[in-house]
């Protein structure tokens, strides 16, 4: 019956019960509280006063009796004022009990006690004056008659003060069995209340906390920190250790998407280069053949001249950008040699001397030092390398500064390396497009192929090493080829 209900039910159940016994035992001690504070009150408010004015009574009473006698023995008057100073007194206990009496036997006794006294009073004043007259022997013998008047009297006075004694007994009796119930009710429902705690711990350790270590654990390896005494908090560290790790899966997919998409790019620009390799190439060659046979046997003037260069220069253009076409989607094997970077850097500005000056751009060359040998492909490093030059010429529109700086330092991942870098003087590249500048067919050139830079980015990836882009608009612009250093063990152990 208990496993039917659910998980929560049987929580709220139990913590419902806790409450519910909890709140039950404070509004039970609330009650005994009041209950024995009205008992108290009574007992101190009427008993207990009641009580010492019966005792009052008495010692006023046996007071006056007292005084008498002394007065009847040796006839001094200042016994009749004591006398009456303790009839005043016993006058005013009387009132006293009067007001303090609750119920109707105190206050019959009361009444009896008063019409008692009153008799008794004018016997012995009688005798008073008995004595005072010289009548001893009448007095005497009236004498006996008060005595018998005051023990009446003064059993009325024992019983009114048994009767308090009494109630007294009865609230203190009262009292024990509040006391003794609310013991009691205690010894029973403290079982009860271990019970359920007991039961509500059963269920928190059993069907909630160690489910959740049994989770905690089974997400994945256990860190340092899986046996936490706090398993929610465990459980919420492998929680967060699993959403990173899903933002590294999801940033892994999006990668390999990226990846899959270029693949697709550079199968589909294979068959397009290997189809204009085959329908291009050929024409463009049988082409410029003719103009150069053109170019010597006719006998043009100076415009005609100008007209068949500017042809000619116009086919190298579509040669070479079918070229590029060619080296993308079908990239050559690295013949790898030990070359300084330096010299690849030489051999690069002799290349494109013509160009630079062409452009008007005026070249730096930062060397302190020629750069050691690495293992490199000399001719695709310096096509790399080309290519960042003829990019930032054709960046600076109407001239500029080209700094080529050389350095060794060490990179994490790569150890000890080569770091050449081309800065410019250009316009700068806009930072929205910046992530997309190295990636395949992306240009900001009406003519551009977008095939340039992703070209040296490969040949710099194929060498082990990587090439990186800074640059902010206004202030020009600067690749980093960054290459590693052959594994030297003993410069690694040093």
């Known amino acids: 019956m208990w496993k039917r209900f659910s998980l929560r039910a049987r929580i709220f159940f139990l913590l419902a019960a806790l409450v519910l016994t909890t709140l039950g035992g404070g509004l039970i001690t609330i009650w005994h509280n009041k209950a024995m504070d009205s008992l108290i009150s009574a007992l101190v408010d009427k008993n207990v006063t009641s009580f010492q004015a019966a005792e009052e009574l008495e010692t006023a009473l046996l007071m006056q009796k007292g005084f008498a006698t002394y007065y009847f023995l040796d006839g001094n008057p200042d016994w009749l004022q004591q006398l009456n100073r303790y009839h005043q007194t016993f006058q005013d206990w009387l009132s006293k009990a009067r007001k303090s009496a609750y119920t109707e036997a105190m206050k019959e006794i009361i009444n009896q006690i008063e019409s008692q006294y009153q008799s008794y009073r004018d016997s012995r004043d009688q005798v008073v004056k008995l004595y005072q007259e010289g009548k001893r022997e009448e007095g005497a013998k009236l004498h006996w008659?008060?005595?018998?008047?005051?023990?009446?009297?003064y059993d009325l006075c024992e019983r009114y003060k048994l009767m308090h004694e009494y109630a007294i007994d009865r609230a203190r009796t009262e009292s024990r069995a509040r006391a003794r119930f609310i013991t009691t009710l205690a010894l029973v429902v403290m079982p009860g209340v271990a019970i359920?705690?007991?039961?509500?711990?059963?269920?928190?350790?059993?069907?909630?906390?160690?489910?959740?270590?049994?989770?905690?654990?089974?997400?994945?390896?256990?860190p340092s920190?899986?046996?936490?005494?706090?398993e929610v908090k465990a459980l919420s560290r492998r929680v967060h250790s699993l959403m990173e790790n899903v933002d590294q899966t999801q940033s892994e997919l999006e990668r390999s998407q990226e990846h899959l998409a270029q693949a697709e790019k550079w199968a589909l620009v294979g068959k397009l280069a290997a189809g204009a390799a085959h329908s291009i190439r050929n024409p463009l060659t049988s082409v410029k053949m003719r103009l150069w046979s053109m170019n010597r046997s006719l006998d043009l003037n100076v415009p005609q001249r100008e007209d068949l260069e500017a042809i000619s220069e116009e086919i190298r253009h579509i040669d070479t950008i079918v070229?590029?076409?060619?080296?993308?989607?079908?990239?050559?094997?690295?013949?790898?040699?030990?070359?300084?970077?330096?010299?690849?850097?030489?051999?690069?500005?002799?290349?494109?001397n013509n160009r630079l000056q062409l452009y008007a751009v005026e070249v730096k060359l930062d060397r302190k030092i020629r750069l050691p040998e690495i293992m490199a492909d000399p001719e695709q490093l310096r096509e790399a390398l080309v290519n960042l030059m003829v990019n930032a010429c054709e960046a600076m529109v109407g001239g500029g500064s080209l700094t080529i700086q050389e350095e060794e330092g060490v990179e994490e991942g790569l150890g000890r390396v080569a770091v050449l870098r081309v800065t410019d003087t250009g316009p700068g590249i806009p930072e929205a497009i910046q992530d997309q500048v190295l990636q395949p067919?992306?240009?900001?050139?009406?003519?551009?192929?977008?095939?340039?830079?992703?070209?040296?980015?490969?040949?710099?990836k194929d060498h082990g090493g990587r090439l990186e882009l800074h640059s902010q608009e206004g202030r020009g612009t600067t690749f980093i080829i960054t290459l590693p250093f052959p594994e030297d063990k003993a410069w690694a152990t040093s």
């Open 145 to 153: 008659e008060t005595r018998r008047q005051f023990v009446t009297l």
């Open 196 to 222: 359920l705690g007991v039961l509500l711990a059963y269920i928190l350790t059993r069907q909630i906390l160690q489910p959740i270590r049994s989770l905690a654990q089974e997400t994945g390896p256990a």
């Open 225 to 230: 920190d899986a046996f936490l005494p706090d």
């Open 323 to 352: 070229a590029n076409f060619l080296q993308f989607s079908r990239p050559q094997k690295l013949q790898k040699e030990m070359i300084s970077p330096s010299e690849v850097v030489d051999q690069a500005l002799k290349l494109l």
């Open 441 to 460: 067919f992306f240009s900001t050139k009406e003519e551009g192929t977008g095939l340039g830079l992703s070209i040296a980015n490969r040949i710099v």
